[in-house]
């Protein structure tokens, strides 16, 4: 068999973890038109583990979010410098793609599910 035709022997990426409900913003959904995205791309990365153009220590907050259930954040620079999030929830459940300031941060001192801490109204 030509070596062109062989298996490669390096694994299959797999999933981080599950997406839940997919989602986008009426300003997310804009700038990916804007920029002739389609969401599985991003989506993808995000699953994968390619956080984006994130930090080092966000890039690491990503990795602990997904041992300790805490919210998993990524962000994707466009062309023009804007930035479309993508963030799955602590609970797995959902999945959103979104604009910086439409993001609320979580509630409770560490960001995880099962906090008891709540903001006051």
Request: charged share 20%.
């Amino acid at each position: 068999m030509p070596a062109s035709l062989r298996s490669s022997a390096l694994p299959a990426p797999e999933i981080l973890f599950e997406p839940g409900e997919i989602v986008e913003t009426t300003g997310a959904l804009t700038l990916l038109k804007k920029y002739n995205l389609h969401p599985i791309r991003l989506l993808a990365r995000h699953l994968f583990g390619d956080w984006g153009d994130v930090s080092a220590a966000e890039a690491h907050a990503n990795v602990l979010a997904l041992a300790e259930h805490a919210r998993v954040v990524s962000s994707y620079l466009m062309r023009d410098g804007e930035r479309l999030l993508v963030v799955t929830e602590c609970d797995r459940s959902i999945t959103k793609f979104l604009l910086p300031h439409e993001l609320r941060p979580c509630v409770g001192p560490v960001a995880r599910c099962g906090s008891t801490t709540s903001s006051a109204t």
